[in-house]
């Protein structure tokens, strides 16, 4: 039935049936969320992308319609109107496909979870459901609030208490597996955007030593990872999301140094100057999210 499913969405794709393709996918959103194939995972890319494509093309011909009639224009309004609707069912059902997800890695996951990643897990299941809207049954948001209860009333033992900018535990800390540190970088990647779109200068200092004393309770090669793994995503011309862990953790220029180096870009090598090129960079950040 899955490999059925993805096959009739690749070949919608080739088709260029949109209304096909919203259906599809939307199926494999809700009844194939998990466990997919790399070709699986591809194939719903490429039908995500060709939607995307399917809008932009509905509203250029909206713009270059040049039909003077009110006909034509409310034509191409409820075109483009029908378009974004299905883009926003389908980022409904993507949303839910990942919320369901994460439930039940949570279910099978938590109590092996160090505190603040488990927080972080729970905080992106709420951003999900959020995401999701109405698709979330009142079964699936209990489920949801019983975590958000239990990510309150867990406390940090050992680990809340290395104080904040002080850096890694005297301890090293052992390495951790693939999908652990990818899990955390996508974590890290959400909670670095909801922090640029604040644009408080109070939010993004305090919020970002947290992620910062996060990311040194991990091994320092895993630490790197992480940190290539947040910006896996980011363009050349795109500010780094990372500028707000270097702007707020002082102890670790090195660390953001050589990340910047790795992807092609400049820090100045004086103390004073790399803060005031973080400052920049976090500033370009929060322009950038507020476009």
Do not use: N
């Not at 260029?16 to 959103?29: C, K, P, R």
């Amino acid at each position: 039935m899955r490999a059925d499913l993805f096959g009739r969405l690749a070949q919608a794709v080739r088709d260029g049936a949109s209304e096909e393709v919203i259906s599809l996918l939307t199926q494999a959103d809700r009844k194939a969320a998990r466990e997919r194939t790399l070709e699986q995972h591809d194939i719903a890319r490429q039908a995500a992308a060709f939607l995307k494509d399917e809008k932009r093309r509905a509203a250029q011909a909206a713009r270059e319609s040049g039909v003077p009639g009110p006909v034509a224009r409310t034509r191409a309004r409820a075109r483009v109107e029908t378009v974004v609707k299905r883009a926003q069912s389908l980022r409904e059902s993507q949303a839910h496909g990942r919320m369901l997800d994460l439930l039940d890695r949570l279910g099978r996951e938590a109590d092996q979870l160090p505190v603040r990643e488990f927080r972080y897990r729970v905080f992106t299941l709420s951003k999900e459901a959020e995401r999701a809207g109405a698709l979330v049954t009142a079964e699936e948001a209990r489920a949801v609030e019983g975590w958000l209860a239990r990510a309150e009333q867990s406390d940090g033992g050992a680990e809340a208490a290395v104080p904040p900018g002080t850096g890694a535990p005297t301890v090293p800390a052992a390495r951790r597996p693939a999908p652990v540190l990818a899990e955390t970088a996508a974590s890290m990647r959400s909670m670095l955007k909801l922090i640029a779109r604040s644009g408080s200068a109070v939010s993004t200092l305090k919020h970002g030593r947290a992620l910062a004393d996060d990311l040194h309770r991990l091994h320092p090669e895993d630490q790197v990872q992480v940190l290539m793994a947040i910006e896996d995503s980011t363009r050349s011309k795109e500010p780094l999301l990372c500028s707000v862990l270097a702007l707020a953790d002082t102890a670790s220029p090195a660390l953001y140094r050589d990340l910047a180096a790795s992807l092609g870009r400049q820090v100045p090598a004086g103390a004073s100057e790399a803060d005031e090129h973080w400052q920049a960079e976090v500033l370009r950040l929060q322009q950038y999210f507020h476009r």
